[in-house]
């Protein structure tokens, strides 16, 4: 079992910065390969980045590359999002999750955080 809390939301203006944390506990959070979605409001979930479990490899949603990165201290069983250059359109909801294998870019992780609630104003 893999307990997971994010934290960092919050209100920021259009071309602002936050990073999002996600603190894992109750399990060898190392071992995990990790994802960050978003849902805004009447839509679906959305991909929109992850790192193995090495921090080796990130993968990023087309919409946020070279704005966000994600990466991770295993040491402090934490990942981060650092997000840059933000949009009105990244206001959403964002979760963390931890998968042990399988596609980092596909929802079904195995465990997911509360979220956290991002609102870009304009």
């Known amino acids: 079992q893999v307990q997971l809390v994010e934290s960092g939301g919050g209100l920021v203006q259009a071309g602002g910065s936050l990073r999002l944390s996600c603190v894992a506990s109750?399990?060898?959070?190392?071992?995990?390969?990790m994802g960050w979605f978003r849902q805004a409001p009447g839509k679906e979930r959305e991909f929109v980045a992850a790192i193995t479990w090495s921090g080796s490899t990130a993968y990023y949603a087309n919409s946020v590359k070279g704005r966000f990165t994600i990466s991770r201290d295993n040491a402090r069983n934490t990942v981060y999002l650092q997000m840059n250059s933000l949009k009105p359109e990244d206001t959403a909801v964002y979760y963390c999750?931890?998968?042990?294998?399988?596609?980092?870019?596909?929802?079904?992780?195995?465990?997911w955080g509360q979220g956290t609630q991002v609102i870009i104003s304009s």
């Open positions: 109750g399990s060898t959070f190392s071992s995990y390969n």
């Open positions: 999750a931890a998968r042990l294998r399988g596609r980092l870019v596909s929802s079904d992780y195995d465990y």
